[in-house]
């Protein structure tokens, strides 16, 4: 069975597990602890496969304004469509709660990750220079600046 749903405090450590498979600058168990109990500008959100946690991700939201701070899918679960699922409904309940816009931060050699943005409405605004500290590598940011206009199709 495949599920989105909210992330709690016992998926943190299959979501841990998915970061530091994922990223070269993975955050702490702490920090994910944090936004699933704390924060309360946080929307935490899983994909759950067969009881498996195959897909996390973090939005943020600022007002009337999503900041998706962090999505990944576990390596053996890459190439699904889990991820651009799952964004698309973190987005779609976004804007339920009344988010009128959304952005990002991708690695400007990412080229996967902002097709997929791309593909969802996202447009490439713009440069943050040597924004990622482990290699200087520049982030492309992203934007879609009227949530009406996400692109669902037949993807949820
Ligand atoms: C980027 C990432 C989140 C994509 O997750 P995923 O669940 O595999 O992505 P999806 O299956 O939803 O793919 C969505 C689209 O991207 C394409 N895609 C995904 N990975 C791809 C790859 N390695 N090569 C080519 N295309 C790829 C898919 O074909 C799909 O296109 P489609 O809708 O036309 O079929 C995943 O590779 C990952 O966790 N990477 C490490 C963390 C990371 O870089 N996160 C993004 C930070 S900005």
Redesign the pocket.
């Known amino acids: 069975m495949i599920e989105i749903r909210t992330m709690k405090v016992e998926d943190i450590a299959e979501v841990v597990e998915i970061d530091r498979s994922?990223?070269t600058l993975p955050w702490t168990e702490r920090s994910f602890k944090y936004e699933v109990t704390e924060n309360g500008a946080s929307r935490c959100w899983v994909t759950e496969v067969d009881g498996q946690v195959a897909?996390m991700l973090v939005l943020w939201v600022i007002v009337d304004e999503a900041h998706i701070a962090t999505?990944?899918?576990h390596p053996k679960?890459?190439?699904?469509?889990?991820?651009?699922?799952m964004l698309i409904h973190a987005l779609v309940a976004a804007r339920a709660e009344g988010v009128k816009k959304a952005l990002l931060e991708?690695?400007a050699r990412?080229v996967?990750?902002q097709?997929?943005y791309c593909?969802i409405g996202f447009a490439d605004v713009g440069r943050r220079p040597m924004y990622y500290r482990d290699n200087g590598e520049d982030a492309v940011l992203m934007t879609m600046d009227d949530l009406a206009g996400l692109k669902i199709a037949d993807t949820v």
């Open positions: 994922s990223f897909a999505i990944a899918t679960f890459r190439r699904r469509g889990f991820a651009k699922k991708v690695r990412h996967i990750a097709k997929i593909d």
